[in-house]
């Protein structure tokens, strides 16, 4: 099976967020096991493991059939060639000619720049005057008003390199709606092409409040006019890549089974509920892995100390050494309360502002790296201003400091309004620092209150979006840290015990959705 994957963002080349880590450990893990899941000989059927598609209750059983045309390696990544991006030692290039709806010839040359990556092959799209900007998506005026051009000559130029390999695409795995344009593309544009037309796709959603609006002048930069018509309604005031990746994909998930059932919801469904709604059993949500070897405090070569499950001892170096450089006291027995991420409305910063004066006051020590809009850190800025020796803020994108303070902090929060899946929460537990996570979406999925699951539980959950609510879950937590012993190191093992790798079950769903989604190609 050929399973080729479009992507705005990958790390290490590309990343703003949680979107990078995930593609790329995915990719990765299916281009290991093989995309099909198995080894098996072209055109012979071959038994399909047992799979819930969550969120919906359809299940592919043991001894279901699914065919594979044949076995490739490795996976295909499509990503663009984004300033600053250098391709590695060895990587290959070549032009080619791609159709342009903006160009005054209607083609405009693109080069391909090819090499192996830890699994899979990168092919990054390099189009100065798409890609060579001072941001991925925008810059401090807001977005690009041509991203629909850009994501669109991404997928264009993917299809066409698709076309000149000449070999058949079993599955299309698009990620978010910067990919969307690809699966439009293959139903008004690529259609007389079975190379394209004939491959099924996979969209993945990893996060709805990004929909990819396009008014109907922007939409020109996506397809010509004889393609819009057959994708635009004739009164259309523009196009939502989004909801068309929805409409015309085999399969959509998103990235955890409880944000599956929110998204059904008017609350979370950010007005596409009712699309999802209408896909039945071709809607659900596959859990994130984590790449446990990237994350793994025993050989993490950022920390000053390392220390695994075995032996905690190094912990505790981290503890006092993250202390010191952040200028709190590192003497002091206040708990550490740690919180990491875009400083976007959904991850609840303003929350953490409005209990962080209660917090204090109770004896918390608290640390925010984050980068974004710095309007959304204006309370907590205040705060620290007040309370320096206490209250610690980063507005910096800064890995090693990131998982300085994982290792580091006594209590790792994430209040999100929101939350498809999140890795923040599975890196925290991963590095013996508890989770204090709202009851939402992929956190009520990977974190198990110790309060009503004593002997089982991995961090502390609250459910109201609010600043005394998360107050008051971080004063339980902070009394538990305090009182020690045996139960809080019990807690930070269990966390620390989970296997949250994608070899531990993601990969295998994916591969099998991606068998069913070319079962359903085949029955249109």
């Keep these: 099976m050929r399973v080729v994957c479009i992507s705005a963002e990958c790390e290490p080349w590309a990343k703003t967020g949680g979107l990078g880590d995930v593609v790329d450990a995915l990719t990765r893990a299916v ?38 045309d044949h076995v490739e390696r490795p996976v295909d990544l499509f990503l663009p060639k984004y300033r600053g991006l250098e391709a590695p030692a060895g990587a290959t290039s070549r032009s080619l000619t791609v159709p342009d709806p903006l160009a005054e010839s209607g083609v405009t040359e693109v080069t391909i720049v090819e090499f192996e990556a830890r699994g899979y092959r990168v092919r990054l799209v390099d189009h100065p005057p798409a890609f060579d900007r001072p941001g991925y998506y ?11 051009w850009r994501f669109g000559l991404l997928c264009r130029a993917a299809l066409e390199a698709l076309l000149v390999d000449g070999r058949p695409v079993d599955v299309l795995h698009l990620h978010d ?8 593309l293959r139903d008004c544009a690529y259609d007389a092409y079975p190379l394209i037309a004939r491959a099924a796709v996979m969209a993945t959603i990893h996060n709805l409040a990004y929909q990819g609006w396009l008014t109907r002048d ?42 599956a059932q929110e998204a059904l919801t008017p609350a979370f469904g950010m007005g596409l509920d009712p699309a999802l709604a209408g896909l039945g059993h071709r809607f ?21 100390a390392n220390y695994s499950r075995s032996d905690m001892a190094g912990k505790a170096v ?20 740690s919180m990491i991420g875009r400083l976007d409305p959904q991850k609840g910063f303003d929350l953490l502002a409005g209990a962080a004066p209660e917090l204090v006051a109770a004896g918390a020590r608290i640390v925010v790296l984050g980068s974004g809009d710095p309007k959304r850190i204006a309370g907590m800025r205040e705060i620290a201003t007040q309370h320096p020796e206490s209250v610690a803020i980063v507005e910096a994108f800064d890995r090693a400091l990131a998982r300085r303070i994982y290792a580091g902090a006594d209590l790792y929060l994430m209040p999100s309004r929101f939350e498809p899946c999140g890795q923040g929460q599975m890196i925290s537990l991963r590095y013996g620092t508890p989770a204090v996570v709202r009851r939402t979406g992929g956190l009520a999925d990977t974190i198990v209150d110790v309060r009503e699951w004593p002997g089982e539980g991995t961090g502390f959950l609250f459910d109201t979006s609010s600043p005394k ?17 045996e139960e809080w190191t019990a807690l ?29 190609r085949r029955d249109s």
């Design 31 to 68: 281009g290991a096991r093989g995309p099909g899941g198995q080894e098996v000989e072209a055109g012979i059927p071959h038994t399909v493991q047992s799979q819930v598609w969550v969120g919906t209750g359809a299940v592919m059983g043991v001894g279901d059939i699914a065919y594979a």
């Design 138 to 148: 925008g810059d401090e005026n807001g977005d690009y008003p041509d991203n629909g």
């Design 177 to 184: 709606w910067q990919a969307m344009p690809a699966v439009v």
């Design 218 to 259: 922007q939409a020109a930069g996506l397809a010509f006019p004889e393609e819009l018509k057959r994708v635009m309604k004739p009164h259309a005031d523009g196009i939502l890549l989004l909801r068309e990746g929805i409409d015309r994909a085999e399969l959509v998930n998103t990235v955890s089974p409880g944000y």
């Design 284 to 304: 659900g949500g596959i859990l994130n892995g984590l790449d446990m070897t990237v994350w793994d405090p025993a050989t993490d070569a950022d920390l000053p």
């Design 318 to 337: 981290c503890r006092r050494a993250l202390l010191t450089e952040l200028g709190f006291d590192p003497n002091g027995d206040g708990p550490v309360l």
């Design 469 to 485: 609510a998360l107050a008051t879950v971080c004063r339980r937590a902070m009394e538990y840290y305090r009182r020690g012993g």
């Design 492 to 520: 930070q093992d269990r966390g620390m015990a989970i296997d949250w790798s994608w070899e531990a079950g993601p990969a295998e769903q994916y591969a099998a959705s991606y068998r069913r989604a070319v079962s359903l």
